[in-house]
């Protein structure tokens, strides 16, 4: 059974830091590219960042390009999501997705989903 199961979401003030987990399994991370949506409420889904499956290749919003970080460890089956210098306007639910190829994921298509995590950035 597929699964991407993230953690790590939660509430923070303005400024801070979270680093969101997506643990995969029924599997092999290492054939995927991955990639990390957001959803805000009445908001269009948005793609922030994708990484292709060898960790080569990554992209970002331009919304967080320099204080977001992707990354992976196909060891442990699990991708990352490091943000720092959180802003309000990053409050949606976050979601982990896998894709056959980098040009999918970060074409905001995908294989397989996961069930999402909640950050929520206020003072």
């Known amino acids: 059974q597929v699964q991407l199961v993230e953690s790590g979401g939660g509430l923070v003030q303005p400024g801070g830091s979270l680093r969101l987990s997506c643990a995969a399994s029924?599997?092999?991370?290492?054939?995927?590219?991955m990639g990390w949506f957001r959803q805000a409420p009445g908001k269009e889904r948005e793609r922030v960042s994708c990484i292709s499956s060898g960790s080569g290749s990554t992209a970002y919003a331009d919304s967080v390009k320099g204080r977001f970080t992707i990354s992976r460890d196909n060891a442990k089956n699990t991708v990352y999501l490091q943000m720092n210098s959180l802003k309000p306007e990053d409050t949606a639910v976050y979601y982990c997705?896998?894709?056959?190829?980098?040009?999918?994921?970060?074409?905001?298509?995908?294989?397989?989903w996961g069930q999402g995590t909640q950050v929520t950035v206020s003072s």
């Open positions: 029924g599997f092999t991370l290492v054939d995927y590219a």
């Open positions: 997705a896998a894709a056959s190829s980098f040009f999918k994921i970060c074409t905001g298509r995908s294989d397989y």
